[in-house]
């Protein structure tokens, strides 16, 4: 299994997760040239796209899928709640994905698991291989025993890092949306994300990433040290999904 990342942030979010003919692009939040321009970089052509997935309707997430599906008439799938959204416009190839219930794409099993988010119907995944398992966990308000259960035990884990608690409180957002991200259904902090990750199984963990840091409110260098000391790693050992650039491709085994 490989994994690479188109950018992640507040101006836009997209994932390549692929394993030999399979290439499932999670989530599309650029502009449809963007898109296939950081395709591109990666060495990606966008037919060659298995299938778009959706995590939820909020615009960083989506706002790209409906055009780049009906140019490459490719298939997307996402919850009847995202759906209901009406975001995407006409999708010819339309599939739902329900909570709990995975799906098989080649020898890529997708596991979507619901998060607490304010969204419809919010989803984050669970991607295993036969040799790998790589868990995706963003757009998440607060921790729950479920969502610990789900991303334990994985050798790759993408994790929230969106704001650094005293950044966001004291910086330039207005009252409610300061409410709404550090809320409980809104993003996590680098604290709550690192609380999240000593509560999961990281028996098996090898690769790390911080992901959907917010510009304004968070710094690489606190996401890296925050999960860094969960996990007894030096900070340059966190791989950091950035908004500009993503990551490279990263091979799990």
């Not at 098989?104 to 398992?133: M, Y």
Request: hydrophobic share 45%.
């Amino acid at each position: 299994m490989r994994i690479a990342c188109l950018g992640s942030g507040s101006r836009g979010n997209a994932l390549l997760v692929a394993d030999g003919d399979q290439q499932l692009l999670v989530d599309c939040g650029f502009t449809l040239a963007e898109t296939e321009s950081r395709l591109a970089r990666l060495g990606v052509a966008p037919a060659t796209v298995t299938a778009i997935l959706v995590t939820h309707e909020h615009s960083d997430h989506i706002s790209g899928v409906g055009a780049l599906a009906r140019k490459y008439e490719l298939p997307v799938w996402m919850s009847r709640g995202s759906h209901l959204a009406g975001r995407c416009g006409t999708i010819r190839a339309l599939k739902f994905l329900t909570a709990e219930e995975p799906v098989l794409f080649g020898r890529i099993r997708v596991f979507p698991f619901s998060v607490p988010h304010d969204a419809r119907e919010p989803l984050q995944f669970v991607f295993e291989s036969p040799v790998a398992r790589f868990a995706l966990l963003t757009d998440t308000g607060c921790s729950t025993p479920f969502l610990l259960q789900q991303i334990g035990g994985c050798d790759a884990l993408m994790l929230e890092c969106n704001h650094d608690e005293r950044l966001l409180q004291t910086g330039r957002y207005p009252a409610a949306l300061k409410r709404r991200v550090g809320g409980n259904y809104g993003h996590l902090s680098n604290a709550q994300a690192a609380e999240i990750l000593s509560g999961a199984d990281r028996s098996r963990l090898q690769l790390l990433i911080a992901a959907h840091l917010s510009a304004e409110n968070n710094r690489p260098q606190l996401a890296c040290a925050a999960l860094a000391e969960v996990m007894a790693w030096s900070p340059e050992q966190i791989l950091v999904a950035d908004q500009n650039t993503g990551f490279e491709w990263q091979t799990l085994a």
